[in-house]
Every structure is written in C-alpha cells, then in structure tokens.
C-alpha cells in the first residue's frame, strides 16, 4: 500500500529546452524554467521574451550572436519550493549535463529543498521532451517520484536526437566551427548531421550529406530510421529552427512512407538550441525500446 498522501501531487517541470508544442505541454501538466538569453548585454529569458528570428536578424545586421546562460542554484529553488512546501513531489528533467551547468545547479537546489527529483536527459531539445513527455504518462498511471526520475535515468541512453545543419556560419560564429570548415561545408554544399550523445548531451558530427536541403532531409530521414532495429512508434518528433513548411511536409511524408508512428509532433526549438545551429535546423527525434 502507497504511503503516499491522497492529496500529495507530483509536479513535472522541465527546463524550456525541452521543446514540447503547446498541445503536449498542457496535455501532461508540464512546468518550464526558461534559460537565459544574454544579448547585447540584456538578459532574456529563452522563448519568452526573445525568438530565434530576433536572435538570426541580431546576426545578420550587427554579427553579434547570443551568449546562452544557465539557470542558477537560486533561481532552481524559488522555481521549486511552492510546491515542495505546499506538500508536493517535484520531477525535474534538465537540458543534457555537457551542455549546461543547469543540471548541477538544480541538483544543488534539489538537495536543499528535498522532494525534488532530478533527472538529466543527457539530450537536448525533444529529446529532452521525450523523456518529459514519458514522465507525464507515469504520472497519470500513479507511479510515486522517485521510481518515475529512475525509470527516466535509465531511459535516457534509449532517446536519439540528431539534426541536419544547413549552414555552418552560426556554428561558426559561436566559436563551436573552424572559419575553414565552415567554408568548405558551404563551398561544397555539404550538410553535416549533428548526433547527440545520449549518455551526456554532447554533440558531434556524425554523416555529411550533399546536396539540396530538401534531397539531403529525405535521405536523413530515412537514414535515421533505418539505423535502428528496435525504435518505439509511439512518439517521433520533428524539431526545427525555423524553416519553410515544404522542407517539414517533405520530412512528415518521408517518416509515414518509412514508419507508422501513432503520433508525430512538429516543434520549434528554443532559443538556446537555435542559436547555435541557425535557420534551417531540422531533426527527427525519437526513442528506441
């Protein structure tokens, strides 16, 4: 028998790296912590008070890029303790620990507070998401918190974020691309498959592709798809950066000419994530059993 309180509610919070659409966000009660923004010396809090065009027309005009800030001790434990003193359990799930000092922050904050469980999606964007959107399913069947942030951890190493570059100046220009790569990529045409790594959120290039955007998304796609024997068909997401609807129909009908999903969402990144990749980012997002 649960020693669990009837009236004692579990809250699931995320950091707004996570991507999810509106529909998912209210459908599984999510609570998000944006990042910070740092832009021309004033502070944004991602996806609130700042888009990704705002922060592309920045670049374009002036050549200035953002700096992306972590949310820190202080801010994780004002976000977090109405509820905990209100009696709740909290679930918290952060943006990959290579990325970000946002999961050791909050793991400090948890520390202090208690009955806030962390989890590190050792991802990004809906990656992150998927993970969040597996916890809100536990949550609706009962499970308490902590066997919920456990069953979370270990499925982390199950969630495959990749995502297609079609420029390597933001790259560049943030410092995270030799001026030489970049313009041998843009020279040659080439788009480079970014692939995160599911045990700690960093990045790394993976295939490089030539070609036309649309030609190059397609054969990713089916790519990504194919390299896994074992993927679950419940959720896929496609997460861009700010791209035309024709490169996002061809995608969505190249995923349900390969593989029936029951649902697909299309999301835009945040912020954090599209600054460093540019405009027409797009990747598919999904997790295997």
Known sequence: MSDKSPEQKIILSADSTCDLDAELKERYHVHYFPLHIILNEKDYMDNVDITPEEVY???????????????????????????????CEVIHINLGHALSSSYQNCCIAASELGHVHVVDSCSLSTGTGLLVVAAGKMI??????????????????????????????????????????A????????KPCIEVNNHDGSMGVGKKYRGSLDKVLVKYVKDQLSKYADIDTDLLFITHSGISQEYIDAVKKTVDETMKFKEIHITKASCTISCHCGPNTLGILFETK
């Not at 949310?71 to 905990?84: A, D, G, K, L, S």
């Open 57 to 87: 027309q920045e670049y374009y005009d002036h050549k200035v890029l953002p700096k992306t800030s972590a949310v820190n001790v202080e801010e994780y434990i004002e976000h977090f303790r109405p509820w905990v003193e209100a009696g």
């Open 140 to 181: 609706a069947e009962g499970l308490d918190a902590e066997t919920i942030a456990e069953k979370l951890r270990k499925r982390a190493s199950n969630i495959h974020a990749s995502f297609v570059l079609d420029t390597l100046t933001f790259l560049h220009a943030g410092g995270r691309c030799s001026s030489l790569a």
């Open 183 to 190: 313009l041998g990529a843009n020279m040659l045409k080439l």
